[in-house]
């Protein structure tokens, strides 16, 4: 016997093609400066990370930690079971305007559309209990607000498995969606959650990095 390398080299492949492709959808949809367009998880998430990324083009296509990875194998596998291969791809824009005339173009790349359903899939370590969480949720809301479906999130844990249904009236409203957008790209709200920091590669070099409570 010896240690190889075959077939996860055959399996890394696979994803990097994948991922440069979603990589290079959103950096090609993502416009921080007027006329302002953003991916929906990009808005969902901080600016400052998304700022970095698109300066300094810092995207990650392979994964950098077994949960991502067992994460996009999960959405691989499963896209595949409900849809056949290769998966379809779904893809959506749609434009929102404010009170003051503002526009936001926001991109919306759901993993399932079946049944008129909207679906997307997560993998995470998080105890059930804790399930749904608020940024899934939002995300699954906007693209419900973007298609005009019932909306599904599908999770995966090493706990256990869950499955929520959002009927069509649970959607985020245009106004909801607009106040979002209007955090990101005129509040510049850095981080939207304080646990992004813990998992961000900008955290030694970012001036509004948080510390975990345990780091003092
Ligand atoms: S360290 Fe925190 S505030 Fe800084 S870019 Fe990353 S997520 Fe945003």
């Known amino acids: 016997m010896k240690a190889e390398n075959k077939v996860w080299s055959l399996i890394l492949d696979k994803i990097y093609e994948t991922q440069r492709?979603?990589?290079?959808?959103?950096s090609s949809s993502l416009n921080l400066e007027k006329p302002y367009s953003a991916p929906v998880t990009t808005l969902l998430?901080?600016?400052?990370?998304?700022?970095?990324?698109?300066?300094?083009?810092?995207?990650k296509p392979i994964p950098t930690n077994i949960n991502i990875l067992l994460g996009l194998l999960y959405d691989?596998?499963?896209?595949?079971?409900?849809?056949?291969?290769?998966?379809?791809?779904?893809?959506y824009t749609k434009e929102y305007t404010d009170e003051n005339g503002e526009k936001y173009i926001i991109h919306a790349g759901p993993d399932?559309?079946?049944?008129?359903e909207v679906i997307e899939l997560k993998y995470t370590s998080i105890p059930l209990e804790k399930l749904p969480l608020e940024h899934h949720e939002l995300q699954?809301?906007?693209?419900?607000n973007?298609?005009?479906?019932?909306?599904?999130?599908?999770?995966?844990?090493p706990y256990g498995v869950r499955e929520f249904l959002y009927e069509r009236e649970e959607a985020l409203t245009?106004?909801?969606?607009?106040?979002?957008?209007?955090?990101?790209?005129?509040?510049k709200i850095s981080p939207r959650y304080e646990w992004e920091c813990q998992y961000c590669q900008y955290r030694a070099i970012c001036p509004l990095a948080i510390q975990k409570k345990e780091d003092g």
């Open 45 to 59: 998430h901080c600016y400052t990370k998304a700022m970095f990324d698109s300066k300094f083009g810092m995207y």
């Open 140 to 144: 699954l809301k906007m693209y419900m």
């Open 174 to 187: 245009n106004e909801e969606i607009i106040k979002i957008a209007q955090e990101f790209f005129a509040g």
């Open 112 to 116: 399932v559309i079946l049944d008129n």
């Open 146 to 157: 973007i298609t005009e479906l019932r909306g599904r999130l599908v999770y995966l844990t």
């Open 21 to 26: 492709e979603v990589i290079e959808k959103i």
């Open 76 to 91: 691989f596998t499963i896209k595949v079971v409900l849809q056949g291969y290769p998966p379809p791809e779904h893809y």
